[in-house]
Each structure stands twice: as C-alpha cells, then as structure tokens.
C-alpha cells in the first residue's frame, strides 16, 4: 500500500479521534462520521474494488477481535427458514504479525444452509484470498470486489455457499497481509437455514447522509434478505460507536455486527441485518447514520 494516503488517514483520523463524538443509544446500533467517506455520492452495480480504514496515533488496538457486538446467535426451529448462527472478527491496522489469518470464534451450524461471507481489508492486494471455514467449505464470490470512492486500495466483497456442511465447532477466516504491519481486516459471516440459492445481490456506495438506501433486489417468491452495511467513515475514540440501524422490517444481526471502536489505529466497522419477505417483487434497506457514508449489500436465499 502507498504510504502517502496511509499518512494523510492518519493525519484525518488524528484529527476525528480528538472530536467529542455520540455514541448511538440504539441496541445493535452503531454508526460515525467524517474522516473515511467522501468523493462517490452513488455507485451501482456489482463492480469494484478496495477500501481502506483510516488511521491514527496507536491505543488500545484489540487484534483479532470476535466483534464488539457478538452476542447469541437467532436461533431457529427445525426447518424454518431464518438466520442462524452468525460470527464476526475484526482485527486492527498496524498490528503485528505483519501477515495472518483471523477467525472467528466456534459457532454450530447446520448442513445443507446457504453461509453468506462477507470481507473487508484495508489494502485488498495484500491478501486478496476468499474467505475459508472449518468445516472445508468453498465459497464463490457474489459479484465483484468493492472499492471504497475515498480509500482505493481498500476494499469489500461477499461470498457464497449453498448446501454448506456444517456443525459444530464451525469458524470463518480470511488473510490478512503485510502493510508495513498487519493489515486492518473484518469477517462478517452469516447462515441461513433453510436456505437455497442467491437469487438476486445488490451493492452500492452512498456518500455521507443521516439515511443510506441500498441497491434493489428482486425476489420471485419466500426469501431471506441480508444486508451488510460497510461505513466509510474515520476511526473514532476507543470503545465508542458508530450509527447503522436498519428500517423496514430489517432486523439487526448482532453477532455479525461489529460497530464498536477497536483502536485509535484504524479497523473495518460493519452492520449486519436480516429480513424475511414472501410477496414477490423488489426490495430496499434503508439505514440511518448520523452522516457517515458506506457500502450497503442486499442479497435475497431463495428459502422454501
């Protein structure tokens, strides 16, 4: 990664970092402002290709984090179709060692689910390797790689699998690369049970606003909508939040959310939401920040 924009992030975040800032008092809200958004109001489509956190003096960095927001999986009755066990891990910018692979922590899943993945890194060329899981199975990249408009190195992306094996004992990982030092990275991995193939993906970036639409997904009948939000803001004080909290019937995924402020160094802050639908026809997912810009997926499983 080129050490000049690294340095101007630095200089940003230093400057975010000072600021008083609100934290959201939402359960399963987070959100922030300034700093990592700017330059592309809309972008559509499923092409792209980096993003990349923003950077500041070191403090209090958590490397290989299971995600500030990790609590108890939904849980489902046999055969309903829903979300089930979800997993998140974040690791800071500038943590050694300089190259790795983070996981997350165990969850039980069920075979025959579709698992969604989705990544972040802060230079995608460092390691730009799909994500892997426990149980050995493959995952196929839905559309393209995403850059964030002000951080071009850096970028997201999601992944697929339908009729995953799954268990006990289930993980998720994903590389990181060497950037001077470890790279900033977040694994958000969501199952849906009962699920069967993606139908439809969406992906845009919305420039800063107190309220993000995502792209449209159409749907021909019963789906499970997921949604990932991907700010693109500046780091923010230790232990504080940023704003995501989706409407329309979306419900967050607190084990797939990490919103929460890792290190004053830089990290990947993501929101992840869910929604059952069974009319035929096209969906949205409109999120509220308090005017921070990101990338927003919508993916529609196909669900009995």
């Given at each position: ?23 959201c008092g939402v359960a399963g809200c987070g959100g922030e402002a300034g700093g990592r958004d700017g330059g592309l109001g809309d972008a559509g489509g499923f092409d792209g290709a980096a993003r990349d956190g923003a950077a500041g003096a070191d403090a209090a960095a958590r490397d290989g ?195 929460a402020s890792i290190s004053s160094s830089g990290y990947v802050q993501v929101a992840s939401a869910w929604r059952l639908v069974t009319t035929p026809g096209d969906y949205t997912v409109t999120w509220t920040t308090d005017g921070e810009g990101a990338q927003l997926y919508l993916v529609a499983?196909?669900?009995?």
């Amino acid at each position: 990664m080129m050490l000049g924009p690294r340095s101007a992030r630095q200089r940003a975040a230093l400057a975010i970092a000072g600021a008083a800032l609100v934290a959201c008092g939402v359960a399963g809200c987070g959100g922030e402002a300034g700093g990592r958004d700017g330059g592309l109001g809309d972008a559509g489509g499923f092409d792209g290709a980096a993003r990349d956190g923003a950077a500041g003096a070191d403090a209090a960095a958590r490397d290989g984090a299971a995600g500030a927001d990790a609590a108890t999986p939904v849980d489902a009755s046999a055969g309903a179709a829903t979300v089930g066990a979800a997993a998140l891990a974040q690791r800071a910018y500038m943590q050694a060692p300089a190259t790795g692979t983070l996981t997350t922590a165990a969850v039980t899943t069920r075979t025959g689910s579709t698992l969604l993945v989705s990544l972040a890194r802060g230079t995608w060329a460092a390691a730009p390797d799909a994500p892997t899981d426990g149980m050995s199975n493959g995952y196929a990249r839905v559309g393209d790689v995403h850059t964030y408009a002000s951080w071009p190195t850096s970028a997201t992306a999601l992944y697929q699998k339908s009729n995953a094996l799954g268990g006990a004992g289930h993980t998720f990982s994903m590389t990181w690369g060497d950037v001077g030092s470890g790279d900033e990275v977040t694994l958000s991995a969501v199952e849906v049970i009962g699920g069967g193939a993606v139908e439809d993906a969406s992906w845009v970036e919305r420039a800063a606003a107190s309220s993000l639409t995502s792209g449209s997904v159409h749907v021909s009948g019963k789906a499970v909508l997921v949604a990932w939000w991907w700010g693109s803001g500046g780091v923010r004080p230790v232990g504080s939040r940023h704003v995501a909290v989706p409407g329309g019937g979306f419900q967050v995924i607190p084990a797939a959310t990490g919103l929460a402020s890792i290190s004053s160094s830089g990290y990947v802050q993501v929101a992840s939401a869910w929604r059952l639908v069974t009319t035929p026809g096209d969906y949205t997912v409109t999120w509220t920040t308090d005017g921070e810009g990101a990338q927003l997926y919508l993916v529609a499983v196909q669900v009995p």
